[in-house]
Structure formats: structure tokens, C-alpha cells
Nanobody
Framework: QVQLVESGGGLVQAGGSLRLSCAAS????????VGWYRQAPGKQRELVAI???????TYADFVKGPFTISRDNAKNTVDLQMNSLKPEGTAVYYC?????????WGQGTQVTVSS
């Protein structure tokens, strides 16, 4: 098991940047994959970015380029740097961890992008 706590959400104007951070309650070095999903009102939760143990990353097509995911195994954190934000990026962003094919989620952090 792992507890995940997100921080860094907020209100930003279109074109601005935010950095989300997720703190894990255990060492993330041994976690298969950690990352971020988001859920906009009335829509399904969708992948934003994932980073695996070996450092391999997967990004949703809509964030390639402006977003960067990183993990700090010493601090047990996973960060998502979001640049050039658009209004359609308004959503609750959730930290995610996959441990032995079980999914764990944080409580979510709200990101609102104003036009």
C-alpha cells in the first residue's frame, strides 16, 4: 500500500505554468509506475503522464512538449511541470501509483486555467 498526497494546484491564466507535486508514503524506487491522471467535469479520468521504474515515460498526446514528468527517488516525489496551459486543461489532477498491478490514487488537486 501507499498513500499519495498532491500539492501545487491552483488558478492560472492561459499560457501560464504550474508545477504539481505528489508525495508518496513509501519509497517510490520500488513502485512499478507513478504518474498523473486528470478528470474534467462530466468527463472520464484520463492519463496525463506516467514514469516507470527505469525512467521510461508515456505522455498523452495532448501534453507532449509543454508537460514534463519527473520522479525523485530520494524524496519519494513525482512532479508534473505544466507549461503553456490551456483552458481545456481545467480538471482535477490525480497522482497515481501502480504496485503489483493495483492502482492507488491521491485525493486530487484542482487546476483551473482561465481564458
Amino acid at each position: 500500500q501507499v498513500q499519495l498526497v498532491e500539492s501545487g494546484g491552483g488558478l492560472v491564466q492561459a499560457g501560464g505554468s504550474l508545477r504539481l507535486s505528489c508525495a508518496a508514503s513509501k519509497s517510490i524506487f520500488s513502485i512499478n509506475a507513478v504518474g498523473w491522471y486528470r478528470q474534467a467535469p462530466g468527463k472520464q479520468r484520463e492519463l496525463v503522464a506516467i514514469i516507470r521504474q527505469g525512467g521510461r515515460t508515456t505522455y498523452a498526446d495532448f501534453v507532449k512538449g509543454p508537460f514534463t514528468i519527473s520522479r525523485d527517488n530520494a524524496k519519494n516525489t513525482v512532479d508534473l511541470q505544466m507549461n503553456s496551459l490551456k483552458p481545456e486543461g481545467t480538471a482535477v489532477y490525480y497522482c497515481y501509483a501502480n504496485i503489483d498491478d493495483l492502482a492507488y490514487w491521491g485525493q486530487g488537486t484542482q487546476v483551473t486555467v482561465s481564458s
